[in-house]
């Protein structure tokens, strides 16, 4: 079973569905905490495409239009490379979120993936 339809399933009667604001405001709250990020081709069956943890930083605009946390792992992380890891919502490919009571697990739907972010 995917993300997209775990909340209609009794079984996952502890699942909450988020509101874009909400999962934003999630993440907000996840800033400076580890966190195991997931990347998750949908389908049947999903496919797992990307795995990498670190600390969950400050929100930044700068990646505009997408809200972006950057996620360091440590001393690899090297500013002015080519590429800054982190997690870029889409708030035009937004389609779903779902959580746990906590909002410490997050399931992103945006397009053809799915991020699940959760924290370690």
């Given at each position: 079973?995917d993300?997209?339809?775990a909340?209609?399933?009794?079984?996952h009667?502890?699942?909450?569905e988020?509101?874009?604001?909400?999962v934003?405001?999630?993440?907000?709250a996840?800033?400076?905490t580890r966190?195991?990020?997931r990347?998750v081709q949908?389908g049947?069956p999903?496919t797992?495409?990307a795995?990498f943890?670190?600390?969950?930083?400050?929100?930044?605009a700068?990646?505009?239009?997408?809200l972006?946390w950057?996620?360091?792992?440590?001393?690899e992380?090297?500013?002015?490379t080519?590429e800054?890891?982190?997690?870029?919502?889409?708030?035009e490919r937004?389609?779903?979120?779902?959580a746990?009571?906590g909002r410490?697990v997050l399931h992103i739907?945006?397009g053809?993936?799915?991020v699940?972010?959760?924290?370690v």
């Amino acid at each position: 079973m995917d993300a997209t339809t775990a909340a209609a399933d009794p079984r996952h009667t502890q699942t909450l569905e988020l509101s874009w604001d909400e999962v934003v405001q999630a993440l907000t709250a996840l800033q400076g905490t580890r966190v195991a990020v997931r990347v998750v081709q949908r389908g049947e069956p999903e496919t797992l495409v990307a795995v990498f943890r670190g600390h969950l930083g400050t929100s930044r605009a700068g990646k505009r239009p997408t809200l972006f946390w950057p996620v360091s792992a440590g001393a690899e992380d090297e500013l002015g490379t080519v590429e800054e890891t982190g997690i870029h919502l889409h708030r035009e490919r937004f389609e779903a979120s779902l959580a746990n009571p906590g909002r410490t697990v997050l399931h992103i739907i945006q397009g053809p993936v799915i991020v699940n972010v959760r924290g370690v």
